[in-house]
Protein backbone atom coordinates (compact mmCIF):
# COMPACT_ATOMS: atom_id res chain seq x y z
CA UNK A 1 0.00 0.00 0.00
CA UNK A 2 0.96 3.40 -1.10
CA UNK A 3 1.97 5.84 2.16
CA UNK A 4 3.64 9.13 1.77
CA UNK A 5 4.42 11.10 4.48
CA UNK A 6 5.81 14.99 4.10
CA UNK A 7 7.55 16.99 6.71
CA UNK A 8 9.56 20.12 6.99
CA UNK A 9 6.91 22.67 7.25
CA UNK A 10 6.52 25.46 9.11
CA UNK A 11 6.72 29.51 9.74
CA UNK A 12 8.92 31.35 8.05
CA UNK A 13 9.31 34.99 7.23
CA UNK A 14 8.83 36.38 3.98
CA UNK A 15 11.89 36.39 1.57
CA UNK A 16 13.45 33.35 3.92
CA UNK A 17 13.68 29.56 2.74
CA UNK A 18 12.24 25.89 3.86
CA UNK A 19 12.72 22.63 2.57
CA UNK A 20 10.08 19.98 2.47
CA UNK A 21 10.12 16.52 2.39
CA UNK A 22 8.34 13.39 1.14
CA UNK A 23 9.38 9.93 2.11
CA UNK A 24 7.28 6.88 0.01
CA UNK A 25 7.13 3.78 1.02
CA UNK A 26 4.85 0.75 -0.64
CA UNK A 27 6.25 1.05 -3.69
CA UNK A 28 9.33 1.33 -5.89
CA UNK A 29 10.18 4.50 -5.71
CA UNK A 30 13.15 4.91 -7.96
CA UNK A 31 10.11 3.39 -10.76
CA UNK A 32 7.86 6.98 -10.46
CA UNK A 33 7.84 10.28 -10.82
CA UNK A 34 6.72 12.54 -8.03
CA UNK A 35 4.78 15.65 -8.00
CA UNK A 36 4.12 18.54 -5.69
CA UNK A 37 1.20 20.17 -5.34
CA UNK A 38 -0.47 22.92 -2.42
CA UNK A 39 -4.10 24.06 -1.53
CA UNK A 40 -3.60 28.27 0.65
CA UNK A 41 -6.10 27.75 3.06
CA UNK A 42 -9.76 27.78 1.78
CA UNK A 43 -8.69 27.36 -2.32
CA UNK A 44 -8.10 25.23 -4.81
CA UNK A 45 -5.39 23.14 -5.71
CA UNK A 46 -2.25 24.42 -7.37
CA UNK A 47 -0.41 21.79 -9.08
CA UNK A 48 3.90 23.22 -8.18
CA UNK A 49 6.15 20.39 -9.54
CA UNK A 50 7.34 17.40 -10.89
CA UNK A 51 10.38 15.20 -11.01
CA UNK A 52 10.86 12.27 -13.23
CA UNK A 53 11.64 8.67 -11.92
CA UNK A 54 15.53 9.33 -12.86
CA UNK A 55 15.65 13.05 -12.03
CA UNK A 56 16.55 13.90 -15.12
CA UNK A 57 13.31 16.32 -15.73
CA UNK A 58 12.03 18.82 -13.64
CA UNK A 59 9.02 21.09 -14.46
CA UNK A 60 8.14 23.81 -12.29
CA UNK A 61 4.82 25.87 -12.49
CA UNK A 62 5.14 29.65 -12.97
CA UNK A 63 4.30 30.86 -9.85
CA UNK A 64 7.49 29.01 -8.24
CA UNK A 65 9.59 28.80 -11.55
CA UNK A 66 13.29 30.10 -10.13
CA UNK A 67 12.50 30.07 -6.93
CA UNK A 68 12.04 26.19 -6.00
CA UNK A 69 13.75 23.66 -7.12
CA UNK A 70 12.75 19.65 -6.30
CA UNK A 71 14.85 17.11 -6.18
CA UNK A 72 14.41 13.13 -4.86
CA UNK A 73 16.95 10.53 -3.10
CA UNK A 74 16.11 7.25 -4.82
CA UNK A 75 18.27 5.45 -2.37
CA UNK A 76 16.20 7.20 0.62
CA UNK A 77 12.95 6.82 -1.24
CA UNK A 78 12.70 10.40 -0.49
CA UNK A 79 11.19 13.75 -2.61
CA UNK A 80 11.96 17.25 -1.69
CA UNK A 81 10.84 20.85 -2.52
CA UNK A 82 13.67 23.26 -2.00
CA UNK A 83 11.51 27.07 -1.44
CA UNK A 84 13.61 30.44 -1.12
CA UNK A 85 12.50 33.83 -1.29
CA UNK A 86 8.83 32.55 0.23
CA UNK A 87 6.37 35.45 -0.24
CA UNK A 88 3.03 35.48 1.53
CA UNK A 89 0.98 33.64 -1.69
CA UNK A 90 3.34 30.71 -1.22
CA UNK A 91 1.30 29.55 2.18
CA UNK A 92 -0.21 26.55 1.92
CA UNK A 93 -0.97 23.01 2.59
CA UNK A 94 1.73 20.91 0.44
CA UNK A 95 1.30 17.84 -0.61
CA UNK A 96 3.12 15.38 -2.56
CA UNK A 97 1.60 12.83 -4.80
CA UNK A 98 2.73 9.70 -6.80
CA UNK A 99 2.80 9.67 -10.81
CA UNK A 100 1.64 7.20 -12.50
CA UNK A 101 4.80 6.67 -14.24
CA UNK A 102 7.86 7.76 -14.50
CA UNK A 103 7.63 10.76 -16.96
CA UNK A 104 4.63 12.04 -15.83
CA UNK A 105 1.17 11.84 -16.07
CA UNK A 106 -1.77 11.82 -13.51
CA UNK A 107 -1.32 10.93 -9.80
CA UNK A 108 -2.40 9.29 -7.06
CA UNK A 109 -2.64 9.00 -3.97
CA UNK A 110 -1.28 12.01 -2.23
CA UNK A 111 0.35 12.32 1.20
CA UNK A 112 -1.70 14.34 3.95
CA UNK A 113 0.45 17.30 3.43
CA UNK A 114 2.87 19.65 5.69
CA UNK A 115 1.99 23.40 5.92
CA UNK A 116 3.62 26.38 5.37
CA UNK A 117 3.23 29.90 6.50
CA UNK A 118 4.89 32.71 5.50
CA UNK A 119 4.61 35.87 7.68
CA UNK A 120 6.54 38.20 9.35
CA UNK B 1 0.21 27.34 -19.83
CA UNK B 2 -2.95 25.81 -20.44
CA UNK B 3 -6.41 28.07 -18.39
CA UNK B 4 -8.54 25.01 -17.05
CA UNK B 5 -12.20 27.00 -16.13
CA UNK B 6 -14.63 24.51 -14.54
CA UNK B 7 -18.53 25.60 -14.17
CA UNK B 8 -20.42 26.01 -12.02
CA UNK B 9 -18.28 27.28 -9.08
CA UNK B 10 -21.27 26.36 -6.71
CA UNK B 11 -24.44 23.43 -8.17
CA UNK B 12 -26.95 22.47 -6.23
CA UNK B 13 -28.94 19.34 -6.14
CA UNK B 14 -30.81 17.28 -4.32
CA UNK B 15 -29.49 13.52 -3.46
CA UNK B 16 -31.00 10.82 -6.09
CA UNK B 17 -30.68 13.64 -9.06
CA UNK B 18 -28.34 13.93 -11.78
CA UNK B 19 -25.08 16.26 -11.44
CA UNK B 20 -23.06 17.31 -14.14
CA UNK B 21 -19.84 19.15 -13.72
CA UNK B 22 -18.22 20.88 -16.94
CA UNK B 23 -14.55 21.65 -17.21
CA UNK B 24 -13.13 23.69 -20.05
CA UNK B 25 -9.44 23.72 -21.40
CA UNK B 26 -7.98 26.67 -23.43
CA UNK B 27 -6.22 24.20 -25.61
CA UNK B 28 -6.60 20.41 -27.20
CA UNK B 29 -6.07 18.15 -23.96
CA UNK B 30 -5.70 15.04 -25.77
CA UNK B 31 -8.04 13.00 -23.45
CA UNK B 32 -5.53 13.55 -20.29
CA UNK B 33 -7.76 15.39 -18.13
CA UNK B 34 -8.53 13.83 -14.70
CA UNK B 35 -10.81 14.44 -12.23
CA UNK B 36 -10.54 14.57 -8.36
CA UNK B 37 -13.13 14.63 -5.15
CA UNK B 38 -11.87 16.47 -2.06
CA UNK B 39 -14.29 16.42 1.00
CA UNK B 40 -13.58 18.74 4.11
CA UNK B 41 -10.27 17.99 5.99
CA UNK B 42 -9.44 15.50 2.90
CA UNK B 43 -6.72 14.78 0.76
CA UNK B 44 -8.04 15.08 -3.21
CA UNK B 45 -8.97 11.20 -4.34
CA UNK B 46 -8.70 10.66 -7.81
CA UNK B 47 -12.29 9.66 -9.51
CA UNK B 48 -11.35 9.36 -13.30
CA UNK B 49 -8.34 9.85 -15.46
CA UNK B 50 -7.55 9.51 -18.95
CA UNK B 51 -11.12 11.45 -19.46
CA UNK B 52 -13.45 8.48 -18.75
CA UNK B 53 -11.46 6.18 -16.79
CA UNK B 54 -12.57 5.21 -13.71
CA UNK B 55 -10.00 4.85 -10.49
CA UNK B 56 -9.83 1.70 -8.93
CA UNK B 57 -12.83 0.98 -6.40
CA UNK B 58 -15.28 4.43 -7.53
CA UNK B 59 -18.43 3.60 -8.12
CA UNK B 60 -19.95 3.21 -11.66
CA UNK B 61 -22.47 6.57 -10.81
CA UNK B 62 -19.58 8.31 -11.49
CA UNK B 63 -18.80 8.81 -15.46
CA UNK B 64 -16.67 11.01 -17.47
CA UNK B 65 -17.04 12.46 -20.88
CA UNK B 66 -15.30 14.66 -23.72
CA UNK B 67 -12.88 15.49 -25.95
CA UNK B 68 -10.46 18.44 -27.31
CA UNK B 69 -11.28 21.10 -25.17
CA UNK B 70 -14.83 20.30 -23.21
CA UNK B 71 -15.01 17.99 -20.66
CA UNK B 72 -17.80 16.67 -18.32
CA UNK B 73 -18.13 14.44 -14.51
CA UNK B 74 -21.68 13.20 -14.44
CA UNK B 75 -22.91 11.96 -11.26
CA UNK B 76 -25.98 10.09 -12.12
CA UNK B 77 -27.75 9.55 -8.79
CA UNK B 78 -26.09 11.57 -6.12
CA UNK B 79 -25.28 9.82 -2.54
CA UNK B 80 -24.69 11.76 0.65
CA UNK B 81 -21.41 11.37 0.32
CA UNK B 82 -20.82 12.81 -2.57
CA UNK B 83 -21.11 16.58 -1.61
CA UNK B 84 -17.75 17.72 -2.06
CA UNK B 85 -15.13 19.99 -4.26
CA UNK B 86 -14.90 18.68 -7.70
CA UNK B 87 -11.74 19.69 -9.70
CA UNK B 88 -10.20 18.37 -13.22
CA UNK B 89 -6.29 18.46 -13.84
CA UNK B 90 -4.93 18.23 -17.44
CA UNK B 91 -1.75 17.08 -17.77
CA UNK B 92 -1.43 17.21 -21.64
CA UNK B 93 1.48 19.78 -21.25
CA UNK B 94 3.40 21.32 -18.67
CA UNK B 95 2.76 23.04 -16.57
CA UNK B 96 0.05 21.13 -15.79
CA UNK B 97 -2.93 23.01 -13.86
CA UNK B 98 -6.04 22.30 -12.19
CA UNK B 99 -9.48 24.21 -12.66
CA UNK B 100 -10.23 26.20 -10.01
CA UNK B 101 -13.23 23.41 -8.93
CA UNK B 102 -16.64 22.68 -8.35
CA UNK B 103 -18.65 22.81 -4.91
CA UNK B 104 -21.41 20.61 -5.03
CA UNK B 105 -24.02 20.99 -2.30
CA UNK B 106 -27.08 19.34 -0.61
CA UNK B 107 -30.44 21.47 -2.25
Known amino acids: QVHLVESGGGVVQPGGSLRLSCVASGFNFVDYGMHWVRQAPGKGLEWVAF????????YYADSVKGRFTVSRDNAKNTLYLQMSGLRGEDTAMYHCAKDRSGSGDWFDPWGQGTLVAVSS | EIVMTQSPATLSVSPGERATLSCRASQSLSGHLAWYQQKPGQTPRLLIHYTSTRATGIPARFSGSGSGTEFTLTISSLQSEDFAVYYC?????????FGQGTKLEIK
Open chain 1, 51 to 58: IRFDGTKL
Open chain 2, 89 to 97: LQYNDWPYS
